[in-house]
């Protein structure tokens, strides 16, 4: 073949195939893709208002908190919380516009049954030891939110917890009337409907028209038969005993007697565990609620010194620890106190738990920086008292800091009992120093708390007077000291009007003199001796006594060691280096007023 025929077969065989292509049915469309289901057709596009939308946002967080209740997962029920609360405050603008402000009853009831079971799981000490330490976290953080959060809404969950059964009622009956208005809405709806259908003439009745009409009337009849056969199945039901099926049943009232008698048996039920939770009655006074007694013991339980002792060390040992309430911790120490008396266990028992209450009403604040309450401070100084007539009545009974608890005896004298009385002493002295620093100094209640240094000296002197016989020297140097500064400052009038017949009398230089002296000969630590020493030479400029406050500056050469001494130490100096200034003054020693300066 030559090869210009070659060429036009193989165009025409190109041609050929193109056209066989072209010519290739497509796939015809079926009359199912245009046809719709009766699904379809029935699915309307369902339209909710705002305020429907934010109760179920609210529902669905309420039964995720539910849902952590039952587990017990508290981290997890404060993030619903959280999320709870934000929800809330987006439907309150709902819930003032639409329903005039009244809170929904279940948002309240979830805020109630959350507070009931924050409460019961804080009461339940021995659960929250065994908690994890994300879930105890997350229990305070939640009960510190929670009860912050239900002071806005204090009235609601009061009338709810009055009554919660009319509340849920009312909220049953608003729910069922607000059902029963969407039904009438539907109903409106339908007639609506029918009279927008278009009428159709009998002429243009088709054959289906007349098919669906045939299928109808089929219907109707079989609808009859069912009727007949659930009458003869209720026949059947009785066993030929027709007489029961026409005896007389429980009507509604019984019903509702008996539903009465239900709801008034869960309400005993309610009202007997809200009291056996809340115990006793406790009285109210000045706003302050008082605590309520706590149980020590069982009523049966023999009450000894071991068992008290391993009480009270049950009770020291929750002292520090975080989430320990302090003002209950002093209440169960007083309770146990009262019930040591009352059994008669002896002066060692009763010295061992007051040592244990004075050391916790120190504790009570915990800030060391600020002073104490009036009602904490007037607490402590009736304890120190009442400790230290203990002390003095006692002389068989020996306290030390020398004194391990393992050798303590408080069965039968000689009585040993480790804890130190002039700590306690200097510790209460500084509470009023803090005290009176904590006041203005122009208000009645600076003066109010300055008669307390009465009470201050005297506890000071009772002590003096208890280590003169039981005390060592160190100790004595120590309470010498706390009396010196109560002294020092205070002009004495009788010091210039003392006659012969007033030389049995010691007035308040005799005094210093004499408690100085002591320290300067038994004191082995340079700050008590040095602050003594310029007590007594302030009290002697004081009182204009020149030469005496000047020996003691120049032998005591202070001036050459006190900027090594600490900061109230010579604040002390400067102040006692002004007092001999104007001593010095007064004497018209002018030219000594420069020395006493430099």
């Known amino acids: ?76 029920m404060l993030t619903s919380f959280e999320d709870l609360t934000k ?49 105890s976290r997350s229990l305070a953080t939640f009960r510190q939110k929670l009860k912050k959060y239900n002071k806005d809404f204090e009235t609601d969950i009061e009338a709810y917890r009055e009554n919660p059964e009319a509340e849920e009622a009312q909220d049953e009956d608003d729910q069922s009337s607000d059902l029963d208005d969407k039904d009438d809405d539907d109903d409106d709806e339908f007639k609506v409907e029918n009279f927008k259908k278009t009428s159709i003439s009998s002429d243009s009745k088709s054959k289906f028209a007349r098919d669906e009409a045939d299928d109808s009337d089929d219907s109707y009849w079989g609808s009859s038969s069912d009727e007949g056969s659930s009458s003869s199945s209720d026949d059947e039901k009785y066993a030929g005993n027709l007489a029961a099926k026409f005896l007389k049943k429980a009507s509604d009232k ?58 009270l060390n049950e009770i020291l040992a929750a002292r520090g620890k975080k989430g320990t309430d302090r003002s209950e911790q002093i209440a169960m120490l007083q309770e146990l106190y009262n019930i040591g008396e009352a059994h008669n266990l002896g002066p060692a028992v009763d010295v061992k738990i007051m040592f244990a209450i004075v050391s916790a009403i120190y504790d009570y604040n915990p800030n060391i920086a600020t002073c104490m309450r009036n009602e904490m401070w007037s607490k402590c100084l009736d304890n120190i008292l009442n400790l230290l007539k203990k002390l003095s009545d006692n002389p068989d009974l020996t306290i030390g800091e020398h004194i391990q608890e393992d050798s303590e005896s408080f069965d039968a004298p000689p009585y040993r009992i480790r804890g130190c009385m002039l700590t306690v002493a200097e510790r209460l002295d500084e509470e009023f120093t803090k005290m009176l620093q904590g006041c203005d100094a122009h208000s009645p209640e600076y003066v109010e708390r300055l008669k307390d240094e009465t009470i201050v000296v005297s506890i000071i002197e009772m002590l003096q007077e208890y280590l003169s016989t039981r005390g060592n020297s160190g100790e004595l140097c120590r309470i010498y000291l706390r009396r010196i500064e109560h002294v020092y400052y205070k002009f004495d009038g009788i010091v210039f009007e003392k006659t012969d017949e007033d030389k049995n009398d010691q007035n308040s230089i005799e005094l210093m003199d004499r408690l100085c002296k002591f320290i300067y000969s038994k004191d082995n630590t340079d700050r008590i001796r040095t602050r003594a020493m310029l007590c007594h030479i302030y009290h002697h400029a004081l009182h204009d006594n020149w030469y005496q406050a000047r020996d003691l500056m120049l032998m005591s050469h202070l001036q050459d060691t006190i900027h090594h001494s600490d900061v109230p130490t010579q604040i002390l100096y400067n102040r006692t280096m002004v007092q001999v200034g104007l001593c010095a003054f007064r004497h018209g020693n002018i030219k000594e007023i420069g020395r006493a300066h430099v």
């Open 254 to 311: 019984d019903t509702e007697k008996a539903g009465e008698k239900k709801k008034k048996e869960k309400k005993e039920k309610r009202e007997r565990r809200k009291e056996e939770e809340e115990g006793e009655w406790t009285e109210v006074r000045d706003g302050f609620r008082l605590l309520v007694k706590p149980k020590m013991f069982a009523k049966d339980a023999e009450i000894n010194h071991v068992v008290v002792v391993k009480k």
């Open 87 to 135: 929800a809330f405050s987006k439907a309150k603008l709902v819930i003032d516009r639409e329903d005039s402000g009244i809170l929904p009853i279940f948002y309240i009831r979830c805020l109630v049954e959350m507070e009931d079971f924050v409460q019961e799981q804080w009461e339940d000490r021995l659960g929250r030891k065994n908690m994890s330490k994300n879930n």
């Open 1 to 76: 073949m030559s090869r210009f025929f070659a060429t036009i077969s193989d165009s025409e065989s190109e041609s050929e195939s193109s056209e066989e292509e072209l010519l290739q049915p497509r796939p015809a469309i079926g009359t199912g893709a245009f046809q719709f289901s009766d699904d379809e057709e029935e699915a309307k596009r369902v339209v909710r208002s705002s305020k429907e939308k934010r109760y179920e946002e609210l529902t669905n967080l309420i039964k995720q908190i539910r849902s952590h209740k039952k587990n017990k997962d508290m981290s997890k």
